[in-house]
């Protein structure tokens, strides 16, 4: 391929016109200042492509970068799709297999290699599912209904081949010895798929469906102190007593105890180095050489030692951790504050979810997979804590009805959808949200976008405000990622007209500052806005409103984090985040990757046979706590209905 491109010079500090030929056979990509040099064959430079990696900008639809031998080049096409040409040819002439590194020596295997290996082939055969499908859709259009049928069927065939071939090598890697499954009983894996009336299957049968990593980066938190004794052991105990014997309650108390040590491995700041030895970075040279620019990475699994220690149910609370600043709007006198207080809400809210420097993954949710917590709000009065507007509400432990309460659950698999609900009772507050993630490759980075309906509403005022999130980015992840947000959003409230436009700003590869925002707050019937705000959103941002000096907005040195209130882990269910994840969770803590591989992947595959188990009798997941209403999902008891509001 041939063609002129714009190359950043860092001499000249701008953009240089130059002609690119890419030479498939030496691995090179060669520039001339002008097409007749190309001819008389006066190079400018080369750049070899051997080792390189491609990467984009999905907030630039023209550029691109090559990165290799710790350098990095930057380009702009004409447009999008010029872009798109070149970045598949580069990527086809890097990635084929007669120009891939191969090892110097033969490696040295053990059952870590195995794991390892097994992780890549269950990607390459969700990357296979996924090429197979659109390919299908595409090529079924130009032929006959019979032949489309037909080769929908061979295509099925194989890929069912594919995933029995898949199976068995699973359970050949557990036949080496026995796992800990998500229930915390130790059991043989290969017992486990093959006997369909197995106890302990029977017993996990409630906890969700598969499991399979999409993305999104973030923290942790701390659990709810309490002395009291789970009613249920960790260990099946059979009970023919209508009173429990001593016996009996002396291996409850025993089981909770076992249960309440996993708490202390939640309720501190991840911030934790990723270390990229030399294990961990041929996984992910490798993982990164066989996907492709804009591919869908929600069902590629991810390298565990990049996880961090918590669901992404549990992320989403963390919008909350200043819940005087959310409890504030529905306070605000007038439609004008009340909007103020909701970008000053919204503005202030990101930051809490990411309070460590390295960008991790949070735990991709199961299927009915559910989170509560509480938080407690600075300032407000204790309310009541027997009012049967608690006791029926959300979160039934929470201390009083003066308790901001939040409560998620996974209602969808694919594609992977969040619901969750929250409620200020003394206030008259609550938000539904049902939030879906799609991942996206981007080359050095991993973008995450965050679609759905969220809807915060002031019961009082009758006011409903809309909101909108930003991308999310996990940049230099060969390296030591680090998060970037980016992207317009939006705080709408159809019934005053106020609305707020705010916009994340990446950081551009010359110049520029990190963590960048602008924004305008304003009426729909108003010529131009009445505030404007900037700043960056895990530092200090500001408020200039009409007439008035610039002033401080939001400080977010100056606010506390207010810590999330959770049961222990002994009176939590079994489809509850941490207990969910608990194995995995102090494996993580402990520094152990190859355990919490083994644990993650025993939930993994436990959640392939409960979908196995649906499909074959037809059985459809119920959710718990969230009912789907067109196309969002809306909490079953909120408060408004308690209310009667």
């Known amino acids: 391929m041939e063609g002129a491109l714009s190359k950043w010079t860092n001499m000249m500090k701008g953009w240089q016109q130059r002609f690119f030929v890419l030479d498939d056979q030496t691995l090179c990509l060669n520039y001339y200042t002008s097409r007749e040099k190309v001819r008389r064959d006066v190079k400018r430079g080369k750049i070899f492509l051997k080792g390189a990696i491609i990467g984009i900008d999905d907030t630039d639809e023209s550029t691109f970068t090559i990165s290799v031998d710790q350098k990095t080049f930057h380009f702009r096409a004409a447009d999008s799709d010029d872009r798109d040409r070149w970045t598949r040819s580069l990527e086809e002439t890097i990635y084929r297999p007669t120009n891939r590194i191969l090892p110097s020596t033969v490696p040295v295997h053990n059952i870590n290699d195995l794991k390892r290996k097994l992780m890549e082939v269950n990607g390459y055969l969700a990357l296979l599912e996924e090429n197979v499908s659109g390919m299908v859709q595409q090529v079924s259009k130009e032929l006959d209904p019979s032949d489309s049928a037909q080769l ?32 915390g009983v130790k059991v043989n894996m290969s017992e486990l798929t093959e006997n369909p009336t197995n106890e302990n299957e029977n017993n996990m049968a409630a906890s969700a469906s598969e499991s399979e990593d999409s993305d999104a980066f973030c923290s942790a938190d701390e659990e709810l102190s309490d002395s009291a004794t789970a009613p249920e052991a960790v260990k099946p105990v059979l009970v023919l007593e209508t009173v429990p014997s001593k016996e009996i309650l002396a291996l409850q108390a025993e089981g909770a105890r076992e249960l309440d040590e996993f708490n202390q491995f939640y309720g501190k700041d991840d911030d934790d180095e990723i270390v990229i030895d030399s294990g961990n970075s041929s996984v992910i040279t490798h993982l990164v050489s066989q996907v492709r620019i804009g591919m869908d990475l929600t069902r590629i699994p991810l390298p565990t030692f990049i996880l961090e220690k918590r669901s992404l149910l549990e992320m989403y609370a963390e919008f909350l951790a200043h819940p005087d600043i959310f409890v504030s709007i529905s306070k605000a006198p007038t439609p004008k504050d009340r909007i103020v207080a909701a970008v000053k809400w919204y503005l202030s809210a990101f930051h809490a979810g990411r309070r460590g420097s390295v960008a991790k993954k949070p735990y991709n949710p199961v299927l009915g997979e559910s989170f509560s917590c509480y938080f407690d709000v600075p300032g407000m009065p204790d309310g009541s804590s027997e009012s049967p507007i608690v006791k029926e509400g959300p979160c039934p432990w929470a201390k009083s009805s003066s308790s901001l309460v939040f409560v998620a659950e996974q209602v969808s698999h694919h594609p992977p959808i969040s619901a969750f609900y929250v409620e200020h009772p003394d206030s008259n507050i609550e938000v539904n949200a049902s939030i879906w993630t799609k991942s996206k490759f981007l080359g050095l980075s991993i973008g995450v976008q965050m679609a759905g309906d969220t809807v915060l509403s002031c019961l009082d005022h009758g006011e409903e405000y809309h909101v909108t999130f930003p991308n999310g980015y996990g940049r230099n992840i060969l390296m030591r990622p680090w998060v970037e947000l980016g992207g317009k959003c ?61 002033e401080v907005f939001v400080d977010i040195h100056a606010i506390p984090i207010i810590k999330k209130q959770c049961l222990p882990i002994s009176r939590q269910e079994e489809w509850e985040s941490r207990r969910h994840w608990r194995h995995v969770t102090k494996a993580l803590a402990e520094n152990n990757v190859d355990a919490a591989s083994s644990e993650k992947f025993a939930i993994e595959e436990h959640q392939r046979f409960l979908r196995r188990q649906r499909e074959e009798t037809g059985e459809v997941h119920e959710q718990r ?3 789907k209403d067109g196309d969002n999902w809306l ?11």
């Open 152 to 183: 929908e069927i061979c295509s099925n065939d194989m890929i069912g081949s594919l995933q029995s071939c898949v199976e068995e090598m699973n359970k050949l890697e557990f036949s080496a010895g026995k796992v800990t499954n998500a229930t």
């Open 635 to 645: 909490f079953n008891r909120p408060l408004r209905s308690r209310k009667g509001l």
């Open 490 to 550: 939006e705080i709408k409230c159809p019934q005053t007209g106020y609305q707020a436009e705010i916009t994340f700003l990446t950081k551009p590869f010359y110049g520029g500052g990190k963590h960048q925002i602008t924004g305008t707050i304003g009426h729909v019937a108003a010529s131009k806005p009445f505030c404007k705000v900037s700043g960056e959103w895990n530092n200090i941002m500001y408020a200039e409103f009409e007439g008035q000096q610039k």
């Open 625 to 627: 706590l969230f009912h």
